[in-house]
């Protein structure tokens, strides 16, 4: 179903304010030194719900910490939101790891050891021939 133009201007706001709080707004360290990407922000089309999807650099330990604090820091955020859009109902925020990097890198590595397979078979057909 296509988004009405409404929502996706409030998904483009959200992502952007979302992004200064990230920087400016939080002030745990452990978020401060972590490579936080927001990678998608879907809102629902009567505004009421919000899925922020995060790519977070680290192993899994360590995104399921800043996950924590994300969580933790959910009514400051959905405070500063509202202050910042100046909206009357500010949507509840559902953080959401985006799987979407970590798949890729594991599709490129499945890919190069396809093409290493393949070099090591051709050398094996050329050497018996």
Avoid: W
Wanted: proline share 2%; hydrophobic share 35%.
């Amino acid at each position: 179903m296509p988004q009405s133009f409404r929502v996706k201007k409030m998904s483009s706001l959200i992502r952007k304010e979302m992004s200064d709080l990230l920087m400016r707004g939080i002030q745990d360290q452990r978020v401060h030194k972590t490579l936080i990407t927001i990678t998608e922000v879907e809102v629902s089309g009567d505004l009421q719900h919000c899925k922020i999807f995060l790519s977070i650099y680290g192993d899994q330990n360590h995104k399921d910490s800043v996950l924590q604090i994300l969580e933790s820091a959910k009514g400051f955020l959905k405070g500063e939101l509202a202050r910042r859009l100046q909206m009357r109902r500010t949507p509840e925020i559902l953080f959401k790891l985006d799987k979407g990097m970590e798949k890729g890198t594991s599709v490129l590595n499945l890919l190069d050891k396809l093409k290493e397979e393949r070099k090591a078979k051709n050398t094996l057909n050329d050497s018996m021939e």
